[in-house]
């Protein structure tokens, strides 16, 4: 079995702006996967004017927010390193026991890569003394960096949703039959995110590869 993998363009965010980036790219993939009765839900993101779907279930939910926080933990251990978080779907086949392997087998057929960029931006002081009348300048100059970062990054977002929706409706012959399951997830999933060693997660991506076979890179 091929297994497609989806590089997404990286992003640059700031700290804070994590835990909003992160749920609007894996929901709005696990929502173009799930393929079984969904309850769309609409979440309007704080941050920017973007509005996502998540597919109403609350497992889902659970998983990714416990990802986002160990990420974010990873993130404070590693400040000023680019990453990776993998969100793979794979299915399940029984396979004769041996000695060296166990008798259930997963085999990916997809997998997205989000690239993010964590920046330590200053934090621009945004209270002001009270005695203080007059706003200072540098302050104001920082507060507009600020607008025109945060602008730009909504951009950025938009574009890796646009991705999202293109492989989704462009790639399609690699999707496996849909397996008789209840519920609107209709193949089990995994989100990577890097371990305390980076090499830890690298050998992981390729197991995954031996297991799949040569992926084909899109991005």
Known sequence: MNCEVFQLNELEIEHFEIREVLRCILHTIIFHRALGLVRPKD???????????????VEVEMKIEEK?????????????????????FYEVKNKQASWFSNRIERLYWEQWYINLNVAQHLKSHSSKSHHSKVSD?????????????????????????????????????????????????????????PSSSDSAFGMDIIKRMLQTGHPTMLS
């Open 43 to 57: 979440v309007d993101l704080e941050l920017f004017d973007i509005t996502y779907v998540q597919c109403g279930e």
């Open 68 to 88: 986002i926080e160990q990420f974010i933990c990873w993130v404070e251990k590693h400040p000023n390193k680019k990453s990776q978080i993998c969100l793979s």
């Open 137 to 193: 300048p540098r302050e104001e100059g920082v507060l507009e960096d600020r607008n025109a970062r945060s602008a730009a990054l909504e951009v950025s977002l938009r574009n890796v949703l646009f991705q999202i929706i293109k492989f989704v409706n462009e790639k399609k012959d690699h999707v496996p039959p849909i397996p008789n399951l209840e519920g609107a997830i209709s193949f089990p999933y995994e989100i990577t995110i």
